[in-house]
């Protein structure tokens, strides 16, 4: 009893010293600690109620389609997987590898949500014979397939204020090991604490302890989220207290599938630049090449370690480190029933797998790639891009790209030192669509800024012929390829008084000639008097109707090209002899994703009513005599006579600019080459830019060009001095194509020539 009196009287006195502490504490609480945690409460649920992340927007390449006919080589396959960062690996069995012997590929593509919708991962064969697709089978069916598209390349990142590369993905869709182990390693108690654990925080020390070094965090994977959520990198009891008050907070609030899919999603792993990655599904990528479905145990274990120091165990510059702590994570995966022993042995046994050609993307094609932004503009502000999470897929062929940015630098390279202030674009266009494949604007294609192919307008000197025929062969009563006209000299009075007396390059005239002569020649005097007789201001509303934004010279210089484009905008206007006849406005952008993939906008094409057919097909002809007798005819002494191409060389005056505008079945490229201070290069259409238009073909897989002759129009054997209709086997007889129905009627008979020739002559 007497001890129950002491007690009592201790515990009076110690009250009698601690009443006022504890009033004071308790007054604190109240009125500090109260609000500070209604505070915090209401901070979380406003970050937490609407969670959200800036996720970049991605610009991708157009997907190959692979079907067979197409004309493809494994140079070109090649540079099309490793655009896309596929890696060469024996099997190819994983997303995102391949496997080559001689033409023979096995591709393992990637899914990927496009257009027509998602697409998943398969594993295809592909076998290439003359440089074409001969066969493809999918490996895992056996059935041979009509096409197939792989995953495009992605070209350029459109990063938000925060520069934080991410990919928000739910729980559903990781790997079930990714999530079990995940809290295996970092929060075993994740499923019962309420935020804090102190058992965690005891087993993590006794971990270090016995590893000598830091193995295991002792914060539960809630406390982390807050950490980069909510918190700076200060160390001090404040910000602890405040992480464990906002983790209790969280776990009052909220269900542990709704944090751990919050955690998963903005833990950071890795840094490449200014660029960081958040969330385990930007890490795959990162690291990997792949999507996170696709990953192994061992390359899970690798992203789980990660968590406890992305850079210390960056596998990239510490590839022992990761390694080690990649084996460490396995272990806890069996020690906690995740893996059995045969799959620990195999994961451990495995290397790291990080692939060469993962991290992240660079922005790529800067040329294109003003071409893409300046057409996203008419629905898309720059602030609507960026961090939006959308999918832009454009038009862009990486193998074409490429290949045309290497023809303007070896072609710039092979011309000498005293062209080194020379300058080059180029465009290359789908011929029947229209969709723009490479655009180059510098002899530097990785140099962003002036770009020549979009921002240049020159002078496109007889780049402008082909419209001053259309013109006439639309008139079939009046015009035909076999219509003789004087390339004699003319002179025309300007309203400023001085006359206008336009010469030939080789300043001879060349008397009575046939259109299609004039044109494959490129003869000044006779292009002007035909654009005299069809109209000038006929020329001037045809050159209009393209819709490019440039006033168009009312003058008859126009008829020798006085009149300034870029070499985008020459590509539109050849785009209609390209496409068949077919007005087609060049895009670049083929359409864009939300950020769950499903399509916000399509830019399809719609061809103009192809009033003139015919007549674009005669013009197209004529342009085909340019390869093989005229300004280009070194393309018909070379390999690329069996393209049967189409293409019109240019030159402005004082040969102040070289330009080429050619297509082929497949493709259209326009070429150009000058200075920026517009001295003169000395360089021809011929010299010039045809030179970078061969370089470029010479790579190229492509259909050669086979007009239709089938349609509206018919061939016929013309004596090419009268025009008139002949017989086949008469001297210099050609056989010219016409609109049906508007063939010259009258015929010269050779009879009396050839009983000259048979007689020895008139003598």
């Not at 602890?240 to 008050?245: P, Q, T």
């Not at 007005?583 to 499903?598: E, S, T, Y």
Request: glycine letters at 8%; proline letters at 5%.
């Amino acid at each position: 009893m007497s001890f129950l009196v002491r007690s009592a009287a201790v515990a009076r006195f110690a009250w009698r010293w601690l009443r006022a502490p504890f009033w004071l504490g308790f007054g604190f609480i109240v009125a500090f600690g109260v609000p500070y945690t209604l505070y915090l409460d209401t901070q979380v649920r406003t970050r937490f109620d609407d969670l959200s992340w800036e996720t970049p927007s991605r610009v991708y390449a157009r997907p190959l389609e692979l079907s067979p006919g197409l004309p493809l080589d494994a140079a070109t396959l090649i540079l099309e997987l490793e655009a896309a960062r596929y890696d060469e690996v024996t099997g190819a069995r994983n997303p995102g590898s391949f496997m080559r012997d001689g033409d023979h590929f096995v591709i393992a593509r990637r899914a990927f949500a496009g257009l027509d919708g998602f697409e998943p991962a398969r594993r295809i064969d592909v076998v290439l014979s003359r440089s074409r697709v001969a066969t493809i089978k999918d490996l895992d069916t056996g059935k041979s397939l009509d096409r197939v598209r792989l995953d495009p390349a992605r070209i350029a990142t459109l990063y938000g204020a925060e520069q934080q590369e991410r990919r928000v993905a739910k729980l559903g869709q990781m790997p079930p090991l990714l999530v079990s182990g995940l809290q295996a390693v970092e929060d075993r108690d994740f499923k019962h604490h309420h935020g804090v654990a102190l058992k965690a925080i005891i087993r993590a020390m006794w971990a270090n302890a016995m590893a000598g070094h830091v193995v295991q965090g002792g914060s539960t994977l809630t406390q982390q989220l807050v950490k980069n959520l909510f918190l700076d990198r200060t160390q001090n009891l404040m910000r602890k207290g405040n992480e464990a008050l906002l983790a209790l907070i969280i776990e009052a609030r909220y269900d542990k599938q709704r944090i751990l899919e919050a955690y998963v999603n903005e833990i950071f792993l890795g840094q490449q630049g200014g660029q960081a990655v958040h969330g385990f599904a930007a890490a795959s990528e990162f690291y990997f090449g792949r999507e996170l479905n696709t990953l192994r145990a061992h390359d899970v274990a690798l992203l789980v370690g990660l968590v406890q120091g992305p850079s210390y165990y960056d596998p990239r510059r510490y590839p022992e480190r990761a390694l080690g702590r990649r084996n460490l994570v396995l272990q806890m995966f069996y020690d906690t029933g995740l893996l059995n022993e045969d799959e620990l042995a195999r994961a451990k046994a495995a290397p790291l797998g990080v692939a060469e050609g993962a991290g992240l993307a660079r922005n790529r094609f800067p040329a294109f790639l003003d071409l893409v932004r300046a057409q996203l503009k008419r629905e898309y502000d720059d602030k609507a891009l960026r961090g939006a999470g959308l999918t832009v897929l454009t038009s862009l062929a990486p193998s074409t790209q490429m290949l045309a940015e290497k023809a303007v630098r070896d072609t710039l390279a092979a011309l000498g030192k005293a062209q080194k202030e020379t300058q080059a674009a180029m465009v290359v266009t789908g011929a029947r669509n229209g969709e723009v494949q490479a655009v180059v604007g510098d002899r530097d294609p990785d140099e962003p800024g002036f770009n020549r192919a979009i921002d240049a307008r020159r002078p496109i000197g007889s780049l402008v012929k082909p419209f001053v025929y259309l013109v006439a062969l639309a008139q079939p009563q009046r015009y035909s390829l076999a219509t003789i006209i004087e390339d004699a000299p003319i002179s025309l009075p300007q309203p400023n008084g001085k006359t206008w007396m336009p010469q030939n390059s080789d300043k001879i005239a060349h008397g009575r000639v046939a259109l299609v002569d004039a044109l494959a020649n490129s003869w000044n005097l006779s292009t002007v008097r035909l654009g005299m007789m069809v109209g000038v201001d006929r020329v001037r509303t045809l050159l209009a109707s393209f819709g490019i934004n440039a006033d168009v010279n009312p003058n008859p210089s126009l008829l020798l090209g006085a009149q300034e484009y870029a070499p985008v905008e020459v590509a539109q206007l050849y785009q209609y002899f390209a496409a068949d006849g077919h007005a087609l406005p060049v895009i670049a952008v083929r359409g864009v994703l939300d950020k769950d993939g499903r399509a916000l906008h399509r830019y399809s094409v719609k061809p103009g009513a192809g009033d003139y057919v015919e007549a674009a097909r005669l013009v197209s002809y004529a342009l085909q005599q340019v390869m093989t007798s005229g300004t280009a005819s070194v393309v018909g002494s070379s390999e690329l006579a069996s393209l049967n191409a189409a293409g019109k060389t240019g030159t402005s005056d004082d040969s102040r600019d070289s330009w080429f505008a050619g297509y082929t079945g497949d493709h259209l490229a326009v070429a150009w080459v000058g200075r920026d201070d517009n001295k003169p290069t000395g360089l021809y259409g011929s010299t010039g830019a045809l030179r970078i238009w061969m370089a470029l073909f010479q790579k190229l897989p492509t259909r050669p060009l086979d007009i239709p002759m089938d349609q509206g129009i018919e061939l016929v054997w013309i004596d090419p001095a009268s025009g008139q209709r002949t017989q086949q086997d008469c001297d210099q007889a050609r056989q010219l194509p016409f609109l049906a129905g508007y063939a010259p009627s009258e015929e010269k008979s050779c009879a009396m020539d050839q009983l000259r020739d048979w007689f020895g002559g008139a003598n």
